[in-house]
């Protein structure tokens, strides 16, 4: 009897501890559940075009976000912003980041971003990865075109070259590629027959330059004269006297198919490829004298040559000549630069004589016959003689 009331005992005993802890729990959770109940903010997040209530008891935006059912992540862009105080009733804007990939000095970064075109998202993974990347580098899509998910972003370094074609010098930077290739790329079309400076397919390096000569051809007709000729023949009357003309020419006309070629519009050859004659020309005849002797008072004189030549006479007696000689008949007064001092020669008229003086008026085809008297000199005036220089 004894024995089952001890049991009875503690088996209160027990029930009252288990019933004593349970009520503690109770009482920590009402506490806990009141005290979140008076801390908790409910706040509204927009995201993805739609408004979701977030209750929470953190004490900032970026706290709050973090520990919700929302998927956030630190790339998106939050207004305002995540060190904001929680306040009840706060609405906050989420604009979510998009995956992309991004490709440059054979690196790949897989990563997020919140910008919304490919040149803005550049910017923010260049400056975020510290890549440097610039606004010539390539990229393999428009800088203008809207992010999307999962967009592979590939970029080629571009570097400086020097383009001469057209007239133009442009100095540009381009990611390397074959000089064919690059010339597509700045829109600059290379004909058959141009000429490039570097060939199509070498790749290009820094600071190279790529010159483009155009070349063309245009085919021109051309008439042009055709020079007449001269022909001598001899004749007889004495040598050193004007020609006489026979007859005169005319010059011919041609006409030519020229094929031109030019690089960069400037002439360079020219191949005639046809050519006929329209009019033949024709030749001037001229007679020569070719006489070297005369005969006069039954003797024959030979000469080297003939001139006409405008005579006057002088006296002075006593005199000496040019060349030292006393003055007498048969000497005469000459242009040394024509007949040579101290030539015999034989003047019509005259008779023969010996240059062996000069004047100050005797110049070119002009002479001056010594004579004997002032009266003779005078009578004789002014004449047009033959003279033959022997």
Not at 357 to 381: C, F, H, P, V, W
Request: hydrophobic residues 40%.
């Amino acid at each position: 009897m004894f024995k089952s009331t001890r049991t009875w005992v503690f088996s209160l005993v027990r029930m009252s501890k288990v019933a004593k802890m349970a009520i503690f729990i109770c009482v920590v959770f009402l506490i806990g559940a009141v005290t979140f109940a008076f801390n908790a903010k409910t706040i509204e997040a927009h995201i993805d075009g739609q408004t979701v209530s977030v209750t929470t008891f953190y004490g900032t935006v970026g706290q709050a976000l973090a520990h919700s059912n929302l998927q956030s992540y630190p790339e998106d862009i939050v207004k305002p912003s995540r060190d904001t105080l929680v306040t009840k009733g706060l609405q906050i804007e989420v604009t979510r980041s998009k995956p992309v990939h991004l490709l440059v000095d054979e690196q790949t970064f897989t990563t997020r971003t919140s910008a919304n075109t490919v040149g803005e998202a550049l910017s923010d993974l260049s400056e975020r990865y510290g890549l440097q990347i610039k606004d010539v580098d390539e990229v393999n899509f428009e800088r203008s075109e809207a992010i999307t998910d999962q967009m592979d972003l590939k970029v080629r370094r571009a570097i400086p070259i020097t383009v001469l074609a057209d007239g133009k010098n442009i100095d540009t930077f381009i990611a390397p590629r074959t000089v064919e290739d690059a010339l597509t790329k700045l829109g600059i079309a290379v004909g058959a027959k141009d000429k490039v400076s570097q060939p199509l397919d070498h790749m290009l390096l820094a600071n190279e330059k790529v010159q483009v000569v155009r070349v063309s051809e245009r085919l021109d007709t051309i008439q042009s004269e055709i020079p007449y000729k001269s022909l001598t023949l001899a004749a007889d009357f004495p040598v050193g006297l004007p020609d006489k003309v026979v007859s005169r020419g005319s010059n011919g006309l041609q006409e030519q198919k020229v094929k031109v070629s030019l690089e960069d519009g400037k002439e360079v050859d020219r191949e005639i490829l046809d050519q006929q004659v329209l009019t033949a020309p024709t030749n001037s005849v001229v007679s020569r004298g070719a006489q070297t002797s005369i005969s006069r008072g039954g003797a024959n004189i030979n000469f080297t040559r003939a001139y006409v030549m405008t005579a006057t006479a002088y006296c002075i007696p006593g005199g000496i000549t040019k060349t030292g000689a006393s003055v007498r008949t048969g000497i005469i007064a000459v242009d040394p630069s024509v007949i040579s001092l101290g030539k015999r020669v034989y003047v019509e008229g005259y008779g023969q004589a010996r240059a062996l003086d000069t004047g100050g008026a005797i110049k070119g085809n002009r002479i001056d016959l010594y004579m004997n008297s002032t009266q003779e000199a005078l009578q004789y005036g002014v004449r047009k003689v033959m003279v033959f220089v022997q």
